[in-house]
């Protein structure tokens, strides 16, 4: 089992940034593939960003262009993504997640954190 606290969450105006954090409980967090997703009110739940388990291959979304960017530290257990440019449709409940297949939008993410509220005002 793995447990995931994701922080760094909060209301931020347009055009800010902000670096979320996700720690994983388990010493074994090296072997996991790590990825973000994000729940706007009403919508469904989406891709954001994935990271593989040694760091050096990422995906990310379509509409991340470039403002996004996923980041790990093995030795802190720890995943981030950073937000540069925030609009106001960024706003949503970010979720860290961990798994062993993939770390695209198809991967399969066995553990979920409880997700860090983003609230980007206009």
């Known amino acids: 089992q793995v447990q995931l606290v994701e922080t760094g969450g909060g209301l931020v105006q347009a055009g800010g940034s902000l670096r979320l954090s996700c720690v994983a409980s388990?010493?074994?967090?090296?072997?996991?593939?790590m990825g973000w997703f994000r729940q706007a009110p009403g919508k469904e739940r989406e891709f954001v960003a994935g990271i593989n388990w040694s760091g050096d291959s990422t995906a990310y979304a379509d509409f991340v262009k470039g403002r996004f960017t996923i980041s790990r530290d093995n030795a802190k257990n720890t995943v981030y993504l950073s937000i540069n440019s925030l609009k106001p449709e960024d706003t949503a409940v970010y979720y860290c997640?961990?798994?062993?297949?993939?770390?695209?939008?198809?991967?399969?993410?066995?553990?979920w954190g409880q997700g860090t509220q983003v609230t980007v005002s206009s």
């Open positions: 997640a961990a798994g062993s297949l993939g770390w695209g939008p198809s991967g399969t993410y066995a553990y």
């Open positions: 388990r010493r074994t967090f090296t072997i996991y593939n």
